[in-house]
DNA sequence: CATCCTACCTACTACCGCGTAAAGTAGCGA
DNA sequence: TCGCTACTTTACGCGGTAGTAGGTAGGATG
């Protein structure tokens, strides 16, 4: 279909469509279920290609993790920084708008989001995965720190945490693991609530550790 | 070392012995990354043997992934329906029962957990492990769903956020992802309390989300 | 219109790991 | 002592995939 190749590109381009293709396809098959020929035919390009633009298998996979990751970093990062009109500006309303941003990121670019966490993160690649994981825990760890009134390090454990479960919830929302689903009709169509799935997700997790956090935050002893 | 080989045992006992390998090296190696041969070299044992006794490489992975869920699910049930003097029998003691038993299952048998969890969900296996974790979570939120005072579906969501919290916290304790860590002592040893590690890890995660679930049983509206 | 650069492709090799077959060896009950 | 059978060694077929060698053609430039 759309013999698309034979088209000469410029190189920057054809490398955002192989990285593109290549972040779809490990979504799909995992790291090791991907086949180079694979990612090239979804790319619409052959397999040299890929190589000459996304080097190695493990190269292509960790340009892969590096961009989505940081992309996730970044929205995280910007959401907290700005203040927003709508929330406040608390630690409440702080929480709020980085969980929102976070899952704003995940349900909008969910491919990007099963290549980073849903992968094996063992063997070879664990560096990879980890480290990318890693500075997400390490970022929200840091926006946590200043909100518990402790150090980074105290703050790593509720970071680890608090990144569980919006996983948790979000694999709730995009409806298993993203397998096929048989049994009755868990998910997949939510209610239509009228609102962002970005606000409802970060309501329900506000609402769950808020008050703990709170608690924490007042008598930080024990 | 210990040629346990050529002598004779009950298919019983040299199955469990294989089980048993082929655990430790899913959990080292990954499913792709774990070789028949290195199972069969780990049970002291000839690859034949393997396949006679665990079938297949994905039968033997899915016999894994059965043993392992199988024995955190009743640990955890058994814990929660026993009352426990140490702790209350309302709403805030079963959750962190629940919990004690989740982190004492993990912590004392990680190479289960990590078969569990920390595998390639995606791909051919997706729906074993599919399987496995949502039968957990089903558990989490038939526990909860009373005392939320909904039904089960609606407890759900909350059910996966907790579990993903439990895990979160898991990991932090475990050390990373259970890959080698160069950087800082990070963890891996954490200060000793005197105290077993499930009590701290229960004890951490019931302050962050009891509150808040208390909060949601009292005000279930929104 | 001719030329050259290089993006791109077809076709191939090398290798690895699953799964099995064949033939022999030795533990253990009768 | 006999024989059953659990077990081992060795070897191989086969499917599939990472990575490469060398040929082809697009398109900017003169």
Redesign the pocket.
């Known amino acids: 279909m759309t013999?698309?190749?034979?088209?000469?590109?410029?190189?920057e381009?054809?490398r955002r469509q192989v990285l593109d293709a290549a972040i779809a396809v490990f979504s799909e098959e995992g790291l090791?279920?991907?086949?180079?020929?694979?990612?090239?035919a979804r790319a619409?390009?052959?397999?040299?290609?890929?190589?000459?633009?996304g080097?190695?298998?493990?190269?292509?996979f960790a340009a892969c993790l590096a961009r989505e990751a940081d992309r996730l970093v970044t929205a995280m990062t910007t959401a907290v920084g700005s203040g927003d009109p709508t929330a406040g500006d608390d630690g409440e309303g702080r929480l709020y708008r980085a969980l929102r941003a976070f899952f704003h990121a995940v349900t909008t670019h969910r491919q990007g989001w099963t290549v980073l966490y849903r992968q094996a993160s063992t063997g070879e690649f664990a560096g990879g995965v980890d480290a990318a994981r890693r500075g997400i825990v390490r970022r929200a760890a840091e926006l946590l720190a200043p909100e518990l009134g402790g150090s980074v390090e105290a703050a790593e454990p509720i970071a680890h945490t608090l990144v569980g479960a919006a996983e948790g919830l979000t694999d709730w929302w995009l409806g298993g693991d993203g397998a096929q689903r048989s049994s009755t009709a868990t998910n997949a169509d939510h209610p239509a609530t009228g609102e962002a799935p970005a606000d409802v997700l970060a309501r329900m997790l506000t609402a769950i550790v808020w008050p703990g956090l709170d608690a924490l935050r007042r008598g930080p002893a024990m």
């Open positions: 013999p698309t190749a034979r088209r000469r590109l410029a190189p381009v054809r090791h279920g991907a086949s180079m020929d694979a990612i090239a619409g390009v052959s397999k040299p290609l890929v190589y000459a633009h080097g190695t298998k493990d190269e292509l």
